[in-house]
């Protein structure tokens, strides 16, 4: 059992880093480096590295992170440049060179100039484990085992591959699930549609999304009777907000002397939609769009709020309702797919089928209306995510599933 005690050297390859929406990564990141592990970093340059969290400098992750170039998307450039890297790799370690032109060659579809940037420029049996965060950096892990590098690959699904499978077909994490010594996945459901496309479920582990719940205060004992909504996500498609500010016109026009406002938390592609529509609504004087933020802005719009709405139609397990509910806020959402194994329909929240506008505006005025409810059903919650979600528990788990395949 010598392992156990064995301190790991553990590359994670990632994408975005620090992301603003990804803080999970981090949190796992420095799991690790708090049990006395090495980490590395291997990601993207994020878009918004000036909103990052306070761990990542505490942790001095920047020191720990090495970023890939900015890619173009012009394939006559990547060619020229693909052309001059593997002749600089050939010139400084040949066998290299042929072995990555040979490998990718017998896999063209899988090419990428981000894959084959990191073939060429990693180092191998430098770690214990790659870790590699999204289906598509899995291949990249793939290939870096497959060049000859003895480390232990684990690959983590959180969501979005499911999108990308379901999309392009199973065959575009093959060398992935191949090749990866454990599959991760953040809920029971996100496991079970994967196995549509690799089922081995020997390979399936299960890790959730932990987040450090002793800094997370109760809210705030309310000083009038204002009513705060909040969302926390992405301006994107699968997570349906438009659905969420149709439920809160419903809900607001059911009390049109209370004073309701709804804060919504991020960015993206649908803003200037979602923004049309609270006006067509007229409701645009009761929401406020504020964009992406810092950690310690949400936390603080989180504890002064009294209910969080959530209406995506895709979600691995809904790291955003853990965290709200760290912070004693009842829940409002849809039950789409992992959200049932994040949130306890009735106990700490309630769960509406997807796209149900009307169920949502229902359990908002329910919530509105009996103020008691409310706030025991937040407690709740809160002692679910604290006794579930916690860093500690799930950093100690994760490194428990690391030291099973090295025992």
């Known amino acids: 059992m010598k392992s156990i005690n064995k301190k790991l050297k553990i590359a994670f390859i990632i994408n975005q880093f620090p992301s603003v929406s990804e803080t999970f990564i981090l949190n796992q990141a420095i799991g690790f480096i708090e049990r006395g592990h090495q980490v590395h970093i291997f990601a993207k340059h994020t878009k918004n590295c000036n909103i990052v969290h306070n761990n990542f400098n505490k942790f001095s992750m920047a020191q720990r992170t090495t970023y890939l170039p900015e890619f173009s998307n012009s394939k006559k450039i990547i060619r020229i440049k693909a052309l001059f890297k593997l002749t600089s790799t050939a010139l400084s370690n040949p066998l290299k ?83 990866s010594d454990k599959l991760l996945v953040y809920s029971n459901a996100y496991r079970d549609k994967l196995l549509k496309y690799y089922n081995h479920p020997e390979k399936f582990g299960i890790i959730g999304c932990g987040l450090d719940t002793t800094r997370l205060p109760l809210p705030q004992p309310k000083t009038d009777d204002a009513i705060n909504i909040i969302s926390v996500g992405r301006l994107v498609t699968e997570k349906a907000l438009h659905h969420s500010i149709k439920a809160f016109a419903k809900a607001a026009k059911v009390f049109p002397e209370k004073s309701l406002h709804y804060t919504i938390i991020g960015d993206g592609p649908l803003k200037s939609q979602l923004q049309q529509l609270a006006n067509e609504l007229e ?105 579930n979600f916690d860093n500690q528990i799930l950093a100690d788990k994760l490194q428990s599933i690391f030291y099973s395949l090295i025992e």
């Open 97 to 179: 060179a042929i072995k990555i032109a040979k490998l990718l060659l017998k896999n063209s579809r899988y090419f990428s100039y981000p894959l084959f940037y990191t073939l060429c420029n990693f180092k191998l049996n430098q770690y214990d484990f790659l870790y590699c965060h999204f289906g598509p950096n899995g291949n990249i892990g793939a290939f870096i085992k497959l060049l000859g590098d003895k480390a232990q690959l684990i690959s983590v699904f959180p969501g979005y591959d499911l999108r990308l499978a379901e999309e392009k077909g199973g065959w575009i994490f093959e060398p992935a699930f191949e090749n």
């Open 283 to 387: 409701i645009d004087k009761k929401i406020t769009f504020a964009g992406n933020q810092d950690h310690d802005y949400v936390v603080e719009k989180l504890v002064n709020s009294d209910i969080f709405l959530f209406s995506s139609e895709s979600e691995a397990l809904g790291t955003v309702l853990i965290e709200a509910q760290a912070t004693g806020l009842p829940i409002v959402s849809t039950n789409s797919e992992g959200i049932k194994e994040s949130v306890r329909d009735g106990i700490s929240g309630f769960l509406v089928n997807s796209g149900d506008v009307e169920a949502l505006a229902e359990k908002l005025v329910f919530f509105i209306k009996n103020p008691d409810i409310r706030i025991k059903m937040g407690q709740a919650g809160k002692q679910y995510a604290t006794e």
